[in-house]
């Protein structure tokens, strides 16, 4: 894909170039934009894997695309006590950075570069999350030992900067086209130098790995060295302090274990044990290799190019890699938020169900409201004279409402309160199924944390209360609708509006399948008597549209009651996982593209 392609020389611009730091610049934006909130498996290290992928593509990847012609970066890296700062310290013929004898030394990372090339790491382009201090160069304080303590040390005017800052000397010494970093300890015991030294060889262009004849199998420095080589990135070893006498079967050892580990291309150096110099240096001739060889590439342009697409390449591909990981993630995360969101749902929805299936099987005509509807219309006498005479009574039931609407309201009243407490209990009982559903589930577990939802939230009772009213009072607006023609209107006059509504709200609830015994032939009666009363005044089609509609919007408001109140499970999921691996998993597929690109 040529329009993803990296300059293929040094300095060279080409016009396909921005499409691929656009791709880098999307990747970087949409890893920062990655949250992995669930507390499953693979959580923890999707997690770093991000954080390192945002730093690689700060540190390194997006400013070495954007300046393949800019000096090298090599970082001296290696374990505690290898000899790092001795090391460049012989490299540019003087003391400039410390080693110690007491372990961890403390100090920041130091930069050296030829004085020409200061602009290039004066600012933000590389590791622009450390800040710049511009070093001197201070005698040492204390005289040289021979266990290698220095001679001098690089620090700014004021005395040691914080951690997070990098140390830049111009030094003459250093040839143009790289520069020398001299790193903390990738084993110190203080966490912030080992993080800070993973950082700077992540950024690093090539590596100088120093390890002693004694450590050049331990762990920590073998896991650094295969990262390496998974990114293809070029080493150099600097075998030191090695016994003359042992140095061919160290140097044997240690060149087949790295050609097993992927390394076999690796240059290595052998530094002898020796005796250090009166200013804790060592001998120029132990180090002159290594320094021809730096020098040598400083001075070839095309060599130093294409060590730069060497490893960026290599870190692109590590990219893509790392992404297509960070998407797996993600999608387990989406997988795992669908599940917990659906139980949610599920929970809420059987409540809704419930309290539908309340409505319908005459369970609301029980108690107060069954007690209200008969004090409103009476029994035995009225029942007979509706049965027998509609037309004939409606004055006597009509003069009924017009003098008494207090009984009206009180049914309102009764169903208002009958229904409020079905829909907060079967609330009640989805919060807390949806709680323990989330508590069987570690990720579910995390994201309650110490929160008690298995029961109603504060407010609900009074929402539930007011959606109920709003109901009734559409189902009024309904009547009134229904009875706009002049005929008709005369006779929901006549009955009164209030007592039409309450007949409405009798039939809605009328079916009788969940009662039992005498309820059966009351609830079943008070049913016929609100339907025969509504069909007086609308006619049995309308009172059947009527009833239909005023149930789906109380459904409708019962499932919007519940929705809201699951939300307080449903905020906690708060994630785009699914739809960000996808994303992810594109530009995984990209970046390879990008790094295969020739």
Known sequence: MTSNRIPPTGGQETETQPAGVRLLEEVRRDLAAVTLPLAL???DQARLEVRNSVAQLDDYVLPRYRSL????????GGSTGAGKSTLVNALVGHPVTRAGAIRPTTRQPILLHHPSEAAWFEDQRVLPGLSRIRGT????????????QPAGQAVPPSGDPPVSSLVLVGDSAVPEGIALLDAPDVDSISDENRRLAGQL???????IFV???????????????LNAA???????????????????EVREDLRSMLAREGLGAARLFVIPEIQLGSAGMLPPETVQPLKAWLRGLAEDAAARADIARRTLHGAVRELGQRVARIADAAREQG?????????????????????????????????????????????????????????????????????????AVKVETAIETGLQAVILDEAAKAAEDADQRWRADPAGRQLLGTDDLSGISSGFADLAAAEIRDWQAGLMELIRTEGQDKRTQARWLSFGINGLGAALMIVVFSMTAGLTGLEIGVAGGTAVVGQRLLEAVFGEDAVRRLARTARDDLSRRCRNLLEAEQERFLRRLDTDAGSAAVELAEHARALTRLADAS
């Open 137 to 148: 160069l201070v005698p040492a304080a204390v005289p040289a030992l021979p266990n290698r």
């Open 335 to 407: 997988r795992a938020a669908t599940v917990l969101g659906d139980d949610v749902r599920a929970a809420y929805q059987d409540a809704g169900t419930r309290i539908i299936d309340a409505t319908k099987d005459g369970a609301l005509l029980r108690g107060e409201v069954l007690a209200r509807w008969q004090d409103f219309v009476g029994t035995g006498e009225f029942f007979r004279s509706l049965e027998q005479n509609v037309g004939r009574f409606r004055d006597r039931l009509g003069a009924f409402f017009r003098g008494e609407p207090a009984p």
């Open 211 to 225: 390890t002693t004849a004694n450590r050049y199998a331990d762990a920590v420095p073998w896991k650094l060295l």
């Open 69 to 76: 012609d800019a000096p090298l970066l090599a970082v001296v």
């Open 201 to 207: 060889l992540a950024a690093a262009d090539l590596w």
């Open 41 to 43: 498996p693979t959580a």
């Open 230 to 248: 998974s990114r293809d990135i070029m080493v150099a070893v600097v075998l030191d302090r090695v016994p003359p006498a042992a140095e061919a």
